[in-house]
């Protein structure tokens, strides 16, 4: 069965990519990742404000950064562990010198200047791609959601311009017109959509009057607003589609397939089974063609989009509508 793909204009063995987070932060385990067949490695964050040295306050961590791995599993970034810059890019020579598939960079930024001189650092450094984390807070009641939009797509178009490997942008689900706003990042050159990050819970300590955070493994029924991001997307954009959250079986590579993905990125699932998974993964995606008749992702890439199926209503309003009647 073919499961060979093509993501950010590279082309893949297979749709099994290691999304960002601490998986790549030890050459052992990437070399591990690699012999168990992941297509493609993702790096933990790069954060601007570790090059600039304006260390910022554990809240703006906790707001303004916390999706930053692709399913962030166990960890959450906090300053003091994050990798300052000779670091990481260090580490991502060492990484691209260990393995033969590629690696993508991870980007958090704050200003423009930093997204582009990150950005040039990355490349320079030997990154097939990078991955932009376009997150924003909105907790400024002062900043609308046009201008907050405005921003994220002036820094593509500036990255673009900055360099020359792909661009893949990781966005939230929070957005009033997502499909709209998509658009207009694939107008600007975005190379890829890697949906969606995933946000850590908020607590109250009504005792210690403190706000706890946790972030909590995936698990697969946190696709479901991936499939539908992604469904929605297919066949509309021109840039390439990513699922990262809740990819823990084989059908769920399935799924996010049929909606239109290229890729599915993993971290839980590996931190919850280990690299061996990925094996696992592939030889059961591959049973599953089989057994249904299927020559390749390709052939069913994208048959359930939005564009393809014959009532797109049930990605929407209708469905909501009739579960509620």
């Known amino acids: 069965m073919k499961l060979a793909t093509t993501y950010l204009g590279i082309r893949l063995p297979s749709p099994l990519v290691v999304g960002a987070s601490p998986l790549t932060d030890d050459l052992d385990t990437v070399r591990q990742l690699e012999d168990a067949g992941a297509a493609a490695l993702t790096l933990r964050s790069l954060y601007e404000e570790e090059i600039t040295g304006e260390q910022m306050a554990s ?3 906790g707001e303004s950064h916390d999706g930053s791995s692709a399913e962030a599993g166990s960890y959450f970034p906090e300053a003091e562990l994050a990798p300052g810059p000779d670091e990481y890019l260090e580490h991502l020579r060492q990484v691209k010198a260990t393995v033969r598939i590629p690696v993508i960079a991870s980007l958090n930024g704050v200003t423009a200047s930093g997204w582009t001189s990150c950005a040039r650092q990355i490349e320079e450094a030997g990154a097939d791609a990078i991955e932009l984390n376009l997150y924003n807070s909105a907790s400024d009641a002062d900043t609308s959601a046009a201008e907050v939009e405005s921003r994220m797509i002036q820094i593509v178009r ?42 850590h819970r908020i607590d109250i300590d009504v005792l210690e009057l403190e706000v706890l955070r946790s972030i909590q493994l995936s698990n697969s029924g946190d696709l479901e607003r991936r499939l539908k991001g992604i469904a929605v997307l297919a066949g509309r954009v021109r840039a390439s589609l990513a699922v990262t959250g809740g990819v823990h079986s084989a059908l769920d590579v399935i799924k996010s397939t049929m909606a239109g993905a290229h890729v599915t990125q993993l971290v839980s699932a590996i931190m919850a089974n280990g690299p061996r998974h990925l094996i696992k993964l592939r030889k059961e995606v591959e049973e599953w063609l089989g057994e249904n008749e299927w020559n390749s ?9 939005f564009q393809r199926i014959p009532n797109p209503g049930a990605y929407e309003r209708e469905s909501f509508m009739r579960l509620f009647r």
């Not at 689900?173 to 658009?183: D, G, H, L, V």
């Not at 190379?191 to 990050?197: A, C, K, M, P």
């Not at 992702?297 to 989009?305: F, Q, V």
């Open 59 to 61: 809240l703006y961590y």
């Open 158 to 199: 500036d990255v673009k311009q900055q360099i020359s490997i792909p661009v893949a942008a990781k966005l939230s689900s929070r957005f009033t017109s997502f499909a709209n706003f998509a658009s207009q990042l694939d107008k600007a050159g975005v190379d890829g959509f890697v949906l969606f990050t995933r946000f």
């Open 297 to 305: 992702l390709d052939e069913m890439r994208g048959n359930m989009g």
